[in-house]
Structure formats: C-alpha cells, structure tokens
C-alpha cells in the first residue's frame, strides 16, 4: 500500500489541533480558583517562608506596572494586621514602601521582638508613607490587604510559632470588605506609635 | 519499502521518548501542570511505542511453533509492561489533581475559620474599652 500524501497533512492538521487543545485543556483549568473567595487562591505551608515571601513581593511589584493605570489620585494603599511587628513584616513593609506605596497601616499588638526595635525605628524614620498603631491586646486574626485587591491570610498562631498561610490574588470584593470592615473597626481601638516609643515598646 | 527494516528504530525514539518524559516528570520538584503535560506527552510516546509492537508482530511470518511461542511470550510480557506506565500515568495524573483539590480545601478552610472569628476579636476589644 502506496502512502497518500493527503491522508498525511490531514494526519498532520489532526495532530496538531489535538496538541493544541490539549495544551489549552491543560493549562486552562486553574485548580486555585474559586468563584467565592478569588481568582488564584495558594496555600503556605509553614515551611514555605521563601515561597510566601516571593509571592508578596511579586504581587508588590506586579502593582508597579499596573500604576499608571490607577488614578494617579488613588495611591497604592497597604493595610496590615499582625500580632507582632517581626522581621517578616518587616521585609514586606520595606518593599512595599520601596515600590510607591503610598499609605502603609500596620496594627500590631503591644509587644514586638526586642531585637527588631532598631529596625522598626529605622523604619518609621525613613518612610513617612508607614504608620504603625498598636492594639491594647495581641490580635489573633493576622491579615495584609494590598490596594484592596489581594489578600493575605495567616493561620492563627503564638508570637513564637510560624504556621500555613493563604494568599489570594484578586480577591473577591465581599471578601475584601468583610477584612477591610474588620481594619476599620480594629483601628478604632488602635494607639498610633511614634518611633521614639517604640524604642520603649514592650518586648519579648 | 520495508516497514519491517523501520520498526526497530521507531521502537527505539518511542520508548526512549516515553522514558525522557517520566524522567522531565520527576525531575520536577513543584506540582504543576507542566508537569501534567510531560506525563501525557509520555503516554503518547506509549501509545507510539504499542501501536510499533503490534506492526512490528502482524508482520512477524514464517515462524516455528517454538518461535512463535517464545514472541507470544516476549509481546506478552512487553504489553504487560506498557499497560503498567499507563497505569501510573493516569493514576499519577489522578493523584496531583487529589492533591490540588485537597490544596485549595485547606486554603479555603483557612480563610473560612479566619473569617468567621473576626467580629468576635473586634467585640473583645469593645467590651475591653466598655470596663
């Protein structure tokens, strides 16, 4: 039997629109979505604190390139729960003061770690874009909003244990109002600090 | 031209091509669905490799009864083989999408306990202030 030259480029066609319909099939399914919570939802263990660091530092980043689309009026605004100002926040805070943000809130509870009280005065002294309040009590619920877009979750957990922690990309707008409600409440209660005082905060 | 002088080299790239893909596959240390396109490019060299085994057998002729046993045997045993790597495949394929859906379970039952207690961490602070 002769090989028929059509019946090849038809093989052909067919191979190649199988591959690509496999590949969208593939890499169309996003398995973190979900249509109640947001568009790409990820899960840190608590040995991932490379991975959720790097994910908070890309998104910080990915809202640079997104800045000229944003009203020039509407500076990128982050807003922050934690238990206590550590060093991982204090990353976070940095970079995120490094890349045009304009309005950072941090509510902590009212004890830091020792050794990060230079750093937290540094801090304060160089970015006036950052205020930093403190609660009369260590909240459990840890939380960060960035831009009222994305979201970031902890697990709750003591000041000297780290667990798994949620982000979420594009988070639902319910979602953002039910945290952002609760930021709103929670600085009510909260005491501004200075950077002189918190040389004086209470420590581990 | 001879099929049959072909059917050593096609057998060669389809099994060395479904033995790089499951070794791209490990190689992988993060799950994603890179890692499920290596695995079905994997059971295509497969499937290449089983359609070669079957011409390579229906153009198998003149054999003795002992011949012919012993091919049956060795076809026997090579098929048992590939129906074993699909086998994995898809129960791999199985397993990393168990694990993503159990992933997203633990993300969503994360922010389901995180949000369910913030109203009750506000209040103490009211009542806090209301002593």
């Known amino acids: ?204 | 031209m001879d099929i049959s002088s072909l059917i050593p080299e096609f057998l060669v790239l389809s099994l060395a091509g479904s033995s790089l893909s499951i070794a791209a596959y490990s190689s992988f240390k993060d799950r994603s669905d890179d890692q499920k396109l290596l695995l079905i490019i994997a059971s295509c060299f497969i499937f290449a490799f089983l359609i070669v085994l079957i011409l390579s057998a229906a153009s198998l002729d003149n054999l003795s009864i002992y011949q012919y046993s012993l091919t049956l045997i060795f076809y026997a045993l090579i098929y048992m083989a590939i129906l074993s790597i699909i086998g994995f495949i898809i129960h791999r394929l199985r397993v990393d999408q168990k694990f993503k859906d159990d992933e997203l379970q633990s993300a969503i039952d994360i922010i389901e306990s995180s949000k369910d207690g913030l109203e009750s961490s506000v209040s103490l602070f009211e009542s806090e202030n209301n002593k």
């Not at chain 1, 609660?135 to 000041?159: A, D, S, T």
């Not at chain 1, 244990?161 to 409600?181: F, M, T």
Request: glycine content about 4%; proline content about 3%; overall charge positive.
């Open chain 1, 1 to 204: 039997m002769q090989f028929d030259y059509s019946l090849i480029l038809i093989l052909m066609i067919l191979s190649t629109l199988t591959v690509i319909i496999l590949m969208k099939l593939i890499y169309r399914h996003n398995p973190h979505y979900n249509e109640q919570y947001g568009d790409e939802i990820v899960l840190f263990h608590s040995t991932d604190r490379y991975k959720r660091r790097m994910w908070r530092f890309n998104l910080i980043e990915g809202f640079k390139s997104h800045k000229n689309k944003i009203n020039k009026f509407d500076g990128l605004k982050l807003k922050v729960i934690i238990g206590e100002f550590s060093e991982d926040t204090l990353e976070i805070i940095k970079h995120a003061a490094n890349h045009k943000f304009e309005k950072i809130t941090i509510i902590g509870g009212p004890k830091v770690f020792c050794e990060d009280k230079m750093e937290i005065y540094t801090l304060l002294d160089k970015y006036k874009s950052v205020e930093y309040l403190i609660l009369p009590k260590r909240p459990n619920k840890h939380f960060m909003i960035f831009n009222n877009n994305h979201l970031y979750i902890e697990k709750p957990h003591r000041h000297n244990e780290s667990r798994g922690s949620v982000g979420i990309k594009k988070a639902q707008p319910e979602l953002i109002k039910i945290y952002d409600n609760n930021f709103d409440e929670m600085l009510k209660h909260a005491r501004p600090l200075t950077k002189e005082e918190v040389l004086t905060q209470d420590c581990y």
